[in-house]
């Protein structure tokens, strides 16, 4: 196969892949901005939607559509078919593959729908004299798509809500733990268990922006015997670090 051929083929599966990815991503993001309560950082969904989805319209476009399209140049070279006929082989064979695989109308239609966008891109670049040039053309025109979806997304999106002491011990507290007695909020609750008289109580510092100090208090006393335990973590927005354990821990743990 002549080198020139592959480098177009995988270019224009580049191209391709974005503009299906953007696509793709683009009408995920408007659905989710439609049933989600928090619009938050819409711009990143997008991005991480376009990596996701072209990935896998990437791999199918590389191997499948590049053999199939490459097959059909082959024919068009040998009979000396017409644009027309050179494009619209790629959409009917792009529509018969989507209908065996997903037996949908609406599938196969939408995958004729890139096949032949792929072949207008091939066939258009094939024609063209200045190839450089031709590339520069291809390249804004699948960018800037994700460029103005990008900042669209980025305009609408809410921004986040600050962080706050309360949030960073509603991370820290878990229904599952020993951590789910404690105060929700800073202060302190006294209780009897066991025989034992507990006093817990949580403490939360800022340290810097978006990040807290919270601390766990648990002191008990029974029949003279008493003793203190304190853990305490690192809390940011999106990640938890225990950062010390300290003291005893309570001998009702183990009763």
Not at 205 to 232: A, H, L, P, Q
Request: charged fraction near 20%; include cysteine; charge should be neutral.
């Amino acid at each position: 196969m002549d080198l020139s051929i592959i480098r177009r083929k995988v270019f224009n599966t580049l191209s391709v892949t974005l503009l299906v990815s953007c696509l793709l991503s683009f009408l995920y993001m408007i659905r989710s901005v439609e049933t989600s309560v928090n619009d938050y950082k819409l711009a990143q969904g997008f991005i991480l939607g376009l990596f996701l989805y072209g990935f896998y319209v990437g791999i199918v476009i590389l191997i499948y559509a590049n053999l199939v399209s490459f097959l059909i140049e082959v024919l068009r070279n040998k009979f000396n078919l017409n644009s027309f006929t050179y494009i619209i082989l790629h959409g009917l064979v792009g529509a018969l593959t989507g209908g065996m695989v997903s037996k949908s109308a609406l599938v196969a239609l939408c995958i004729a729908g890139i096949a032949i966008l792929y072949a207008l891109v091939d066939y258009w670049q094939m024609n063209q004299e200045d190839k450089s040039r031709s590339i520069k053309y291809i390249l804004l025109v699948s960018f800037l798509p994700i460029v103005c979806s990008s900042l669209y997304f980025a305009s609408i999106s809410e921004p986040l809500p600050p962080f706050t002491a309360e949030d960073a011990i509603a991370s820290a507290i878990d229904d599952y733990s020993i951590t789910s007695e404690f105060p929700h909020k800073i202060g302190t609750v006294d209780s009897k268990e066991k025989g034992y008289h507990i006093t817990r109580e949580t403490r939360a510092k800022k340290i810097k922006r978006n990040t807290y100090s919270v601390r766990f208090i648990e002191k008990w006393s029974k029949d003279g015997e008493s003793g203190e335990f304190r853990t305490s973590y690192e809390i940011t927005r999106n990640s938890l670090t225990l950062h010390a354990i300290s003291g005893e821990e309570p001998p009702y743990y183990n009763e």
